[in-house]
């Protein structure tokens, strides 16, 4: 495969980028390798510098759930463009996302929307801490909330694959007052709350774990969780970043009984765009200025562009038949894939939900961090390699999720079992 492109682009960057990207995890330090610089994308295929086409399952990490440059959505997206990026005024756009999102998630009674999910968390603790006057949390071991001071502990993907669990520039009094609790073991969280009475301020998950690799939730764990949070008076913030229109339409928490009080989302709800939102109860919300009092703004916050991307996203969504059909692309995945572990006698297990799937090397069962902890990544990285060789090209990290789109057809999909066959054999 020549990269030759890439390469010389990669120079460049590191002369002006630090370590070249603009996101760590796009640099492939865990798999050894130098990035592959991306010229276009459509549907399932991203295509890079030196002409080399390849079957897509980064998915931009998420949002790109149509696949890429969907038609609808770019023709949107260009429409849009002629009338202007961004009034720093309110729009009709802005109240129908809004709209479609209250409708589609019961607990969304109000939504604020922002540019990153990152600022969806920050917005999130600051509305807790408000509405509770405390100020712990309680966050769990390799789940994600963006890159905010007091959400970078124990943060999954990133940080993991990096092995720096927490970051320098973290001032110490901050992190102390995030706690962690293990994923999928409720008597973890309950430890924090007889520990700290009366000084939690809220709880924050993601309902499906999609940053330490996939990692579902045990029966009962998140309506068990929801009615712990409460009992001890804290809030459940469900970080659907991922989730929120992955699994199904609208909140993936409510699949499992979670009754959370704040809800953040991202990714999809901007079809490609950047975005991010909080939503919840309206009086929570309605403590965010100018209703109240909790301070947060943005000068790019419901960018016209974004939002016009994320309404026809939805609306494709929307239509009958796509998460069945992404269900059946996710099954036909992990079975073909199981098949080759077997096949090839090499230890491993896939974790899944709908379309979001990680198949981890070297260990038998993953139900939190530290289990993830223990896969095989030099395995992984080899496994990474002999796919992009074969046309495929995963998340560069053993602890990322790979994201099946819509655009995946059959033929695709075979593709990438073929491939997966030919490179666990090598
Ligand atoms: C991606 C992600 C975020 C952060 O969103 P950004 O837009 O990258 O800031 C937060 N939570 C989860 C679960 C995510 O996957």
């Given at each position: 495969m020549k990269s030759d492109n890439s390469n010389s682009l990669f120079q460049r960057a590191l002369a002006r980028t630090p370590g070249g990207v603009n996101s760590p995890v796009r640099a492939w330090k865990a798999v050894g390798a130098a990035p592959l610089f991306i010229s276009t994308a459509q549907g399932a295929y991203?295509?890079?510098?030196?002409?080399?086409?390849f079957v897509d399952y980064v998915g931009a990490f998420g949002p790109a759930i149509l696949g890429h440059a969907e038609p609808r959505v770019a023709r949107a997206v260009a429409a849009q463009a002629a009338h202007g990026f961004s009034y720093g005024a309110p729009t009709r756009l802005e109240v129908?996302?809004?709209?479609?999102i209250a409708a589609a998630i019961p607990a969304a009674q109000k939504v604020r929307l922002q540019t990153s999910g990152t600022e969806a968390g920050m917005t999130a603790l600051r509305i807790a801490r408000a509405a509770t006057g405390r100020s712990m949390i309680v966050k769990f071991d390799g789940c994600y909330h963006g890159h905010s001071d007091a959400l970078l502990v124990r943060a999954g993907s990133g940080a993991m694959t990096l092995g720096v669990p927490d970051s320098p520039g973290v001032p110490a009094e901050l992190a102390q007052l995030t706690l962690v609790a293990r994923y999928n073991d409720l008597s973890s969280v309950e430890q924090c709350f007889v520990q700290h009475p009366g000084r939690i301020a809220a709880v924050i998950v993601e309902p499906v774990a999609a940053n330490m690799g996939v990692v579902k939730p045990q029966a009962n764990f998140l309506s068990q969780l929801s009615t712990l949070t409460h009992r001890y008076g804290a809030l459940l913030i469900c970080d659907e970043v991922i989730t929120g229109f992955r699994l199904r339409f609208g909140a993936a928490s409510e699949l499992f009984g979670?009754?959370?009080?704040?809800?953040?989302?991202?990714?999809?709800?901007?079809?490609?765009n950047p975005i991010g939102a909080v939503a919840g109860r309206a009086e929570l919300m309605d403590l965010l200025a100018p209703a109240g009092a909790v301070y947060q703004?943005?000068?790019?916050?419901?960018?016209?562009?974004?939002?016009?991307?994320?309404?026809?996203?939805?609306?494709?969504?929307?239509?009958?038949g796509a998460y069945e059909r992404l269900e059946a692309a996710g099954a036909y995945l992990e079975s073909g894939f199981a098949s080759a572990l077997a096949q090839h006698g090499i230890a491993g297990c896939i974790n899944r939900a709908g379309s979001l799937l990680t198949l981890f090397l070297g260990v038998t069962e993953v139900r939190n961090a530290d289990d993830a902890q223990r896969a095989d990544r030099a395995r992984f990285a080899r496994f990474f390699r002999a796919m992009l060789e074969r046309g495929i090209y995963l998340p560069p990290s053993q602890f990322e999720a790979l994201f099946i789109s819509l655009a995946h057809s059959e033929e695709d999909l075979k593709k990438t079992v073929d491939a997966a066959h030919q490179s666990l054999a090598e």
């Open positions: 991203v295509e890079d510098e030196d002409g080399n086409r129908e996302l809004a709209e479609l979670a009754e959370p009080d704040l809800i953040m989302l991202g990714k999809i709800i901007g079809g490609g703004a943005g000068t790019l916050s419901g960018s016209p562009l974004s939002v016009r991307a994320g309404i026809e996203t939805l609306k494709v969504l929307a239509q009958g």
